[in-house]
Every structure is written in structure tokens, then in C-alpha cells.
């Protein structure tokens, strides 16, 4: 079982006492239904169902020879972020036999990896995922022309802490920090060298000021967020991020409570559900988030 059912609303306890009426629930009246065959395999199915604000679960399984019964495989947390982010390219890969998408966050240039919630789709169409990931397409007017990906992420444990001590002066300086950042991100994705040298000066002389800064400060004083992954080549980060929206969800079967948190690491925007039990403070606008999570989502074609 999805250890991460727990960060959408079913905790153990409350999964087991609503497990049959879940499974029939989902199975006789979901709110998606995908389902593929080829003829020379089991025919697979993937079912959606939601339990709150977008939330809830997917049932993967099989059909049974020869019945409509449905024998399954997995079930596991979803959920759909509020908004949709942009990347120039991704590339499909495969951790324990499930396909995920690794992309780079435009914001940033920093590479990001999520598990893939639309499976059926990709295995419906594999080589037009491919190809559409890998083609980099650009014209003298758009420049690099963009794809949409929808991902959030799944949180079993976090901690609210204070925000780094700042005046309006240093707010302004900071955005106007990350703007020429991500302005070298992008004139460097177009082919600029010169963008290219500014860009590795840039990062070189921000670890500087970072490892001077920790010689005499605290950590948490210094680094006002990160995203670091857990694993190469799973989809499993450890966070920390300004909380830029806080909103209380609750499942509606199990009416366990839960945070949907709008977290802000250093330009990396992120969507993160996590169980109110789960959480240790109270999340509010300014604050900061400090945990860990699994990021999953969809690749959004067209």
C-alpha cells in the first residue's frame, strides 16, 4: 500500500475501516477511467477517484480474463497542483519499472523528477511521449517553445519554522536577484555563451558568499530554502520553502484534515499535501516549510 495515502487523507487506521466501500466506490463510479489493452497482455486499468479539493486516489489493476472484475495492482495517492508549470523539454525514465518524467524547472535550470500519474497514456502513446519530450522546438520569434506539466507533492512529515529576517530593502534586492538569474537561464537556453559564463560566475560567487556566511551564522539563518533530492533517480525531496498560500482541505470520506501548502524554495514553486497530524505548527503566509516529499503528476501534451 502507498505509504503516501496518508498525506491525501487515508491514514492506516482510516483506510482500513473504509477499505471495501473505497474499492467499490472507485471501481463502479470514478471520476477517470483509463484502460489499455494490446491483445497480447492482461488489459490494465487506472482509475481515478476524488475525495476533496483535488484530491484522492488512483486503483491500478488488471481486468480478469474473460469478466468485467477488476483485480488490483496498487493504490495510491493523487492529486492535481492548483497550477500548471512550464518546461522547454523532458525526458521519460524508469525507476523500479514505473516511468518517470525528468524535467527542468524553468524558473531555476534546476533539473526536478516526478512520478508519472498518467501512465496509461504513456504507454498508449510511448513514442509520441518520447518524441515529444526529447524534440526541442524553437523559432526566431517564441524562442524555446514550452510544455506544461502538472505535479504536487506528497508529505509525511514537515515543520514550520521562522522566515529568514529580512527589511523591504533585501525583499527587492532578492527579486531583483532572481529575476537576473533567471534571465541568464534564459538567454542561455537561446545560445548565448556569454550568458553561459555569467551564469557559472554567478552560481560560483553565491557558494562563496554561502560557505563564508556559515562559518559565523546558523544554517537556517543563511539558506532560506532548497530542493534536494533523496535518491539519483527517484522522485523523493527534502524541502525548504517560504509557505507563499496555506489553505485547510479535508478528505470527504475519511474527514481526516489536510494542508495544502503553496511552497516557494528559492524560485522552485511547489504545491505540497500533507496530513494536519503530520505537520508540527501551524502554516501561515511568511512562514516556512521544512520537510520532505514525493513529487507526482502529468505530462500535459497540447
Known amino acids: 500500500m502507498d505509504p503516501y495515502l496518508r498525506a491525501v487523507g487515508f491514514t492506516r487506521t482510516r483506510l482500513n475501516a473504509v477499505k471495501k466501500q473505497l474499492r467499490k466506490e472507485v471501481t463502479e463510479a470514478p471520476d477517470i477511467r483509463r484502460i489499455y489493452g494490446t491483445g497480447e497482455k492482461e488489459t490494465e486499468v487506472e482509475y481515478i477517484k476524488l475525495y476533496g479539493k483535488n484530491i484522492g486516489i488512483i486503483l491500478r489493476g488488471h481486468l480478469k480474463e474473460d469478466t468485467e472484475d477488476i483485480e488490483t495492482d496498487s493504490i495510491e495517492a493523487f492529486a492535481v497542483a492548483d497550477f500548471d508549470s512550464v518546461t522547454n ?31 496509461l497514456d504513456f504507454y498508449k502513446d510511448e513514442q509520441s511521449f518520447i518524441d515529444y519530450g526529447r524534440s526541442v522546438e524553437y523559432s526566431r520569434e517564441k524562442g524555446l517553445i514550452k510544455r ?26 532578492r527579486e531583483e536577484d ?3 538569474h533567471k534571465g541568464l537561464i534564459f538567454k542561455y537556453k537561446n545560445g548565448d555563451r556569454e550568458a553561459e559564463e555569467l551564469l557559472k560566475d554567478y552560481e560560483e560567487e553565491t557558494s562563496s558568499i554561502i560557505r563564508q556566511r556559515l562559518m559565523e551564522e546558523d544554517f537556517l539563518s543563511v539558506i532560506e530554502g532548497y530542493v534536494l533530492p533523496m535518491d539519483d533517480t527517484d ?9 507563499a498560500d496555506s489553505e485547510l ?32 505548527g501551524i502554516p501561515m503566509k511568511g512562514m516556512r516549510f521544512m520537510g520532505n516529499c514525493r513529487l507526482s503528476g502529468s505530462i500535459k501534451k497540447d
Open 178 to 180: 532572481e529575476n537576473y
Open 235 to 243: 522522485a523523493d525531496y527534502s524541502i525548504l520553502g517560504d509557505i
Open 148 to 173: 506544461q506539466v502538472n505535479f504536487a507533492g506528497f508529505s509525511l512529515y514537515g515543520t514550520i519554522i521562522l522566515p529568514v529576517e529580512k527589511d523591504e530593502l533585501s525583499d527587492f534586492l
Open 89 to 119: 523539454k523532458y525526458l521519460v525514465e524508469y525507476y523500479k519499472g514505473s516511468p518517470v518524467i525528468v524535467f527542468e524547472d524553468e524558473n531555476t535550470g534546476n533539473e526536478l523528477v516526478f512520478a508519472l500519474q498518467n501512465r
Open 249 to 280: 482541505i479535508e478528505n470527504s470520506l475519511t474527514k481526516e484534515k489536510i494542508y495544502k501548502l503553496l511552497i516557494n524554495a528559492t524560485g522552485t514553486k511547489i504545491q505540497i499535501f500533507i496530513n494536519k497530524k503530520d505537520l508540527l
